[in-house]
């Protein structure tokens, strides 16, 4: 038997997919291949989950070349778990051949019905999808994330995530706030180290202006080394973006900053064994002042 599990997506809604990951992989002793995008390769073939990765299943519709190769992919299996459940899955279920089929693709054998799905949070919405399949919940062992972080870091630290996806400023909560929370962090004894991509490194330059204490780590880290530095972390506070996702999973005390953008409820971080971050939604990210974000730190 042949088993593939879909899951493509931004950082958060791939780390979400952990438990769900675990759950397949402690159901099933037969080979698991897991279909993702080249992001998130390295990451999934470093874990414990997945036998074989894939990378590339989101190709544009008039790419006939892809969408050849997606199908192709897509083949073969005896078993397929969606956990990416979009609207692409009831075509990805037809190129597939209609193989046995978890998630909500019309006609497949094991759909989730759950009407209230969509006002279910990720990890309860898969959790209880794979129940209609007849797999058990499990709590993912991330020991294989906890290595030493790529750099010597001091004893006493806190990670600020001051970016988040480039084409969504709202979710951003404004640098120069960022700036004062450093500050605060500095005179509690917690060093700064402020985590992004390379273009976020003009963040870490305006934190650093302000608290030179402060570690700019933006564009020198993969996702397993935020892992490794996030284990090993005080507190983090950052925006909704992936990295705080991978903070949260690995058991750092995380404060989130949400804007009306999103819902903490469906797509908030969430922890070992589900346990909740601390949460602050403000509808304008520009209005939610430093003390308020000061008062809540875990």
């Not at 990951?21 to 279909?35: E, G, M, N, V, W």
């Not at 009831?90 to 006002?119: E, I, K, T």
């Not at 806190?158 to 700036?179: E, I, M, N, T, Y």
């Not at 985590?195 to 570690?215: D, N, V, W």
Request: aromatic share 6%; glycine share 8%; net charge positive.
């Amino acid at each position: 038997m042949k088993i593939l599990v879909i899951k493509l997506g931004a950082l958060g809604d791939f780390v979400l997919a952990f438990a769900a990951f675990a759950a397949i992989r402690k159901h099933h002793d037969q080979p698991i291949t897991l279909l993702t995008t080249p992001t998130f390769a390295t990451l999934a073939q470093r874990s414990p989950w997945f036998d074989e990765v894939l990378a590339g299943g989101r190709p544009a519709w008039w790419n006939l070349a892809e969408v050849m190769r997606l199908a192709k992919n897509l083949r073969g299996f005896d078993m397929v778990y969606d956990l990416q459940t979009s609207t692409r899955s009831s075509l990805y279920f037809q190129l597939a051949g209609r193989p046995r089929w978890s998630g909500v693709a019309r006609g497949c054998a094991l759909p989730q019905v759950n009407p209230g799905r969509n006002d279910m949070h990720t990890l309860e919405r898969q959790r209880d999808q794979l129940a209609a399949a007849g797999v058990p919940a499990a709590r993912p062992d991330l020991g294989w994330l906890r290595r030493d972080p790529p750099v010597r870091l001091p004893e006493a630290f806190a990670v600020l995530v001051p970016g988040a996806a480039a084409h969504r400023p709202r979710k951003r909560w404004p640098v120069q706030k960022f700036a004062v929370l450093a500050q605060r962090l500095a005179a509690r004894g917690l060093v700064p180290v402020v985590l992004g991509a390379g273009g976020e490194k003009h963040l870490a330059e305006t934190i650093r202006a302000a608290c030179p204490q402060a570690i700019d780590m933006t564009g020198q880290t993969d996702l397993i080394a935020v892992a490794a530095i996030s284990a090993r972390a005080r507190l983090a506070v950052g925006n909704d973006t992936g990295p705080m996702h991978l903070a949260a999973a690995m058991g750092c005390p995380c404060l989130v900053l949400f804007s009306g953008d999103s819902d903490p409820a469906l797509t908030a971080p969430r922890g070992p064994g589900g346990a909740w971050p601390v949460v602050l939604r403000e509808t304008d990210l520009t209005a939610l002042p430093v003390e308020r974000v000061a008062d809540a730190l875990p």
